[in-house]
Nanobody, 124 residues
Framework: QVQLMESGGGLVQPGGSLRLSCVASGSIFSINAMGWYRQAPGKQRELVATITSEGSTNYTASVKGRFTISRFNIKNTVNLQMNSLKPEDTAVYYC??????????????????WGQGTQVSVSS
């Protein structure tokens, strides 16, 4: 299978910045789109930003101009630079990847993978 490991969450004051990173490892055959989702208390998980293997990006409206997603294909890494953070950005942030992995007996299987999540808190 494929494992995703996030890092970089924490507590920051409004207007501050954080950088999240996610590394994919395991029986990777290929990674296509990667992205970040978030879930605030009492709310559904929502898409924050995605990036394809070719570098095309997509952002939810509330973070456009403040967040930047980037990836390093060789190392199967995706980053999220978050600037001008607001209290409403407080949530658990999850890394997501879509791709294929090596299964039993050498078969290549499709999969959608999730990290464990990292807490981002924006408060004064």
């Amino acid at each position: 299978q494929v494992q995703l490991m996030e890092s970089g969450g924490g507590l920051v004051q409004p207007g501050g910045s954080l950088r999240l990173s996610c590394v994919a490892s395991g029986s990777i055959f290929s990674i296509n789109a990667m992205g970040w989702y978030r879930q605030a208390p009492g709310k559904q998980r929502e898409l924050v930003a995605t990036i394809t293997s070719e570098g095309s990006t997509n952002y939810t409206a509330s973070v456009k101009g403040r967040f930047t997603i980037s990836r390093f294909n060789i190392k199967n890494t995706v980053n999220l630079q978050m600037n001008s953070l607001k209290p409403e950005d407080t949530a658990v942030y999850y890394c997501n990847a879509d791709g294929r992995h090596w299964g039993p007996s050498g078969w290549v299987l499709p999969g959608n993978y999730w990290g464990q999540g990292t807490q981002v808190s924006v408060s004064s």
